[in-house]
């Protein structure tokens, strides 16, 4: 892709969560867009519901439209599920694709997987994605981690500032990190930090609840004080409203009945494999993995449970605002630099 032309026209194939918001996102900032979907249906759907933005969105049914309908050099959003999918799209786009044309996988791809696919030498420019927000930012703003080359950066740059978050002072969160899988490492670091953090945000939560017996909405309050301070972040900032949030059918708090098991998709547990392999020490996101790992297990959960009985309720000496101060510590050393 020449660096010289900036893409005006782009396209985007997988029209999921993420993939639709991101299409109305840079349908918005004034990019037409052409979308394609495995399901042509779902490509209709989303047309046909994009209200006053379907004029700048070109529905197609086949890879081939797809293709045809943005000009040369091309620029195409993969947002489909990592792993086998995306090789599986590469393959079924090469036919249709010239060399200086581009094609971006933003999904949350291993990033050895990218290095990988770069390294393949593929008959057309391939760069790596780092997408941050779910879908709330894919539609107004998300955080966007870039890998590849620079010239083909230099391509996208324009519209992928155009469509990313702002911080404070103006600034869009989008940067070029290096070259192949260097945008798909941060964005899987980004998520081990995130791990960090939940699991952190989770066990104040259970000292709260089990070792001091403080009500769901005392602890939802305590969050929210939080969040005036310096922990002010998104997590924090929901976690009192979640822990607030009432049950209508039990009459109690929403949280007592949600099945604490989680599972993972697999950035966090990427980041501690990577630490690993470096000997890099990053033992507060090692732990949220393996707290993670915990929780998916409920059945042994319950087996030990039977054997130990449940925790005890009550009884822990410890106030907010310690709690307050090990949560600030636990996330400076969670977003510590520990890659070198
Ligand atoms: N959800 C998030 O918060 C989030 C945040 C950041 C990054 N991501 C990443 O973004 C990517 C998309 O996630 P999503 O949440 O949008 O997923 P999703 O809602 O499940 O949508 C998946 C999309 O990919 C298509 N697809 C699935 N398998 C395919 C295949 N084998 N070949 C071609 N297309 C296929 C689906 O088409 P059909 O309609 O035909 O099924 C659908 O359009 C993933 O890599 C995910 O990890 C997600």
Redesign the pocket.
């Known amino acids: 892709m020449n660096a010289t032309e900036p893409v005006r026209h782009i396209g985007l ?9 991101l299409a109305l996102n840079i349908a918005e900032k004034g990019f037409p867009i052409a979308v394609w ?3 042509v249906q ?1 490509t209709h759907d989303f047309h046909a519901t994009a209200g006053g933005l379907a004029a700048m969105i070109t529905p197609t049914e086949t890879l081939a439209a797809l293709v045809a309908a943005i000009p040369p050099p091309r620029a195409i959003i993969l ?8 090789d ?2 590469l393959a ?1 786009l090469t036919p249709h694709l010239d060399p200086d044309d581009l094609v971006i ?5 291993n990033f050895h997987d990218t290095n990988r696919r770069t390294a393949a030498g593929l008959p057309f420019h391939f760069m790596g994605l ?6 709330e ?2 539609r107004h703003g ?1 955080a966007i981690m870039v890998g590849g080359a620079l010239q083909d950066w230099a391509s996208v740059e324009p519209m992928l500032l155009a469509i990313a978050a702002r911080s404070d002072d103006g600034t869009p969160c989008a940067a070029y990190l290096g070259p192949e899988g260097a945008g798909h490492f941060v ?1 899987a670091v980004h998520n081990g930090i995130e791990y960090a953090d939940m699991q952190m945000i989770a066990e104040v939560y259970g000292v709260m609840r089990d070792g001091l017996n403080m009500a769901a909405a005392d602890i939802g309050d305590t969050f929210a004080r939080w969040n005036d301070g310096v922990l002010r972040s998104y997590l924090v900032e929901i976690s009192g409203i979640v822990a607030k949030a009432h049950d209508r059918v039990s009459d109690g708090p929403l949280l007592d009945v949600i099945l604490d098991a989680a599972g993972q ?3 966090g547990r990427w980041t501690v494999i990577e630490a690993q392999n470096l000997a890099a020490p990053i033992p507060v996101i090692e732990a949220a993995v393996q707290a993670r790992n915990v929780s998916a297990r409920l059945a042994e959960r319950a087996a030990g449970q039977a054997v130990f009985g449940p925790v005890e309720a009550g009884g822990m000496d410890i106030s907010t605002e310690d709690l307050e101060h090990a949560l600030i510590a636990g996330k400076i050393l969670a977003m510590r630099k520990a890659f070198r």
């Open positions: 194939i997988g029209l999921g969560t993420m993939g639709s918001a979907n495995r399901t779902v947002m489909v599920p990592a792993g086998q999918a995306v599986d799209q079924a996988d933003a999904g949350n791809a780092g997408v941050s927000g779910g879908e930012g894919a998300p964005k998709k697999g950035t």
